[in-house]
């Protein structure tokens, strides 16, 4: 089955600067690379996803990137803020299969 | 557009005991996945739903278990509780795919289930 494995398991940044999180898969059929974001004591929320046939794909300070080929996907965030401090989810789905989560990064933005 | 609930949002159980746990996916949504979180552990995957059929399964043991409705309600079962099952429980809603491209999921906000 798909392994999604996820690292740093924690950040801690300074107000202003950029996070970048990292994200590997094993399953060459997944075509689908969620990120969530998860606040204290609420519900994870989609904040950026991208597709196989995209390399990159950009919302305002979000980003994220795929390398097909070495089967890599990354999450950055620029001009960090406080409100940015949450649990990071990447998540790899493939077709009809199941969505397979990371281990999630707690991101801590210092002011 | 009413966003997935779940309930209860909150269970206090003791070992040995079973217990039901109900999602209601988003109006439209035919896919229900259902997900342990617990601290260091991130979201495990228990198990999917699509159209009333377990379309794929996590590696937990046969004590969870779940089911769908035609109305594509979905309940979650966990019987001879264990401590270990203290944990927030999180379902989450997806529409049908469309051309085989998937679509986000969304989550509800979670049971607490607290095992003693």
């Known amino acids: 089955g798909e392994n999604v494995e996820q690292h740093p398991s924690t950040l801690s940044v300074q107000e202003g600067d950029s996070a970048v999180i990292k994200c590997t898969y094993s399953?060459?059929?997944?075509?689908?690379f969620p990120w969530y974001k998860q606040e204290l004591g609420k519900r994870p929320q989609l904040i950026i996803d991208?597709?196989?046939?995209?390399g990159e794909k950009k919302d305002q300070r979000i980003a994220v990137t795929l390398n097909k080929t070495a089967k890599h996907f990354s999450l950055h965030i620029t001009e960090t803020q406080p409100e940015d401090s949450a649990v990071y989810f990447c998540?790899?789905?493939?077709?009809?299969?199941?969505?397979?989560f990371g281990i999630g990064t707690k991101l801590q933005v210092i002011p | 557009k009413a966003g997935v609930t779940q309930t209860p949002r909150y269970l206090i159980k003791t070992r040995g005991q079973q217990v039901t746990l109900s999602c209601s996916p988003i109006?439209?949504?035919?896919?229900v996945s259902w997900y342990q979180q617990t601290p260091g552990q991130g979201l495990q995957f228990l198990f999917e739903?699509?159209?009333?059929?377990?379309?794929n399964k996590g590696n937990f043991p046969g004590r969870f278990s779940g089911r769908q409705f035609s109305n594509s309600r979905s309940e979650m079962n966990v019987s001879t509780l264990e401590l270990g099952d203290s944990a927030l429980y999180l379902c989450?809603?997806?529409?049908?795919?469309?051309?085989?491209?998937?679509?986000?999921?969304?989550f509800g906000p979670g049971t607490r289930l607290t095992v003693l």
């Open positions: 739903y699509f159209s009333e059929t377990q379309r």
């Open positions: 989450a809603s997806m529409k049908p795919s469309t051309g085989g491209q998937a679509h986000e999921q969304f």
């Open positions: 399953d060459s059929a997944s075509n689908y």
């Open positions: 998540a790899a789905k493939g077709g009809y299969q199941k969505v397979t």
């Open positions: 991208i597709r196989s046939n995209v």
């Open positions: 109006s439209g949504h035919r896919s």
